[in-house]
Structures are given as structure tokens and as C-alpha cells.
Nanobody
Framework: QVQLVESGGGLVQPGGSLRLSCAASGFTISSYPMRWYRQAPGKEREWVAG?????????FYADSVKGRFTISRENAKNTVYLQMNSLKPEDTALYFC?????????WGKGTLVTVSS
């Protein structure tokens, strides 16, 4: 049974940092691309970052977070991370982990990030 469980969200001041985690089970993350999405209040869900399978390990970012966010994976823990630095109020959103496994597209329940002074 595939599961994705996000954690690490919280309240942070502008300019601060957070590291989100996505613990996966039921599959091996090193064999699939992994992605982070976010959904701000009243807005549609948007793609934030992605990382390809370990053999290439390429990372990709939305323009809005490029240079501030870093996606990575720790295969031994079957976990994907999103390091978020220089956070802005517009980064406030529910952050979701996503994994296309086989014919299914799996999502976690999300972790809330609030950037406010």
C-alpha cells in the first residue's frame, strides 16, 4: 500500500527557513520521480519542485521558488525533503508530496506552511 506522509510545516517569519519531509512507504523512492506541490488559500494547486530518479538526480523548480528551495532525497530513509529558505508570505500554502507510481498518481495529505510576522 503506497503512502506519503508530509511533515515539517509550521509558522515562520518572513526570511525564515523550514524543511519539509515526505516519508514514503509501499514503494522505493529511488525508482520514481518525486514532486512537491502547494495550494494557497483560494488558489489552485501548483507544482513547486521535482527530482528525477537517482540515476540522474536532476532537480527542477518553479520560477517562484528557484534559488530559495531545494528538493532532495534520502534513499536509506525512503524520504524526500524540501528545504525552504528566505520564505515569503506568498509561500503560505498547504504543501503536498506527489509520486507517480505505476498507473497511479499518489498524494499525501499535506503539511501547512504559514509565513507571517
Amino acid at each position: 500500500q503506497v503512502q506519503l506522509v508530509e511533515s515539517g510545516g509550521g509558522l515562520v517569519q518572513p526570511g525564515g527557513s523550514l524543511r519539509l519531509s515526505c516519508a514514503a512507504s509501499g514503494f522505493t523512492i529511488s525508482s520514481y520521480p518525486m514532486r512537491w506541490y502547494r495550494q494557497a488559500p483560494g488558489k489552485e494547486r501548483e507544482w513547486v519542485a521535482g527530482i528525477t530518479i537517482t540515476s540522474s538526480g536532476n532537480t527542477f523548480y518553479a520560477d517562484s521558488v528557484k534559488g530559495r528551495f531545494t528538493i532532495s532525497r534520502e534513499n536509506a530513509k525512503n524520504t524526500v525533503y524540501l528545504q525552504m529558505n528566505s520564505l515569503k508570505p506568498e509561500d503560505t500554502a498547504l504543501y503536498f508530496c506527489n509520486a507517480p507510481v505505476g498507473v497511479m498518481n499518489y498524494w499525501g495529505k499535506g503539511t501547512l506552511v504559514t509565513v507571517s510576522s
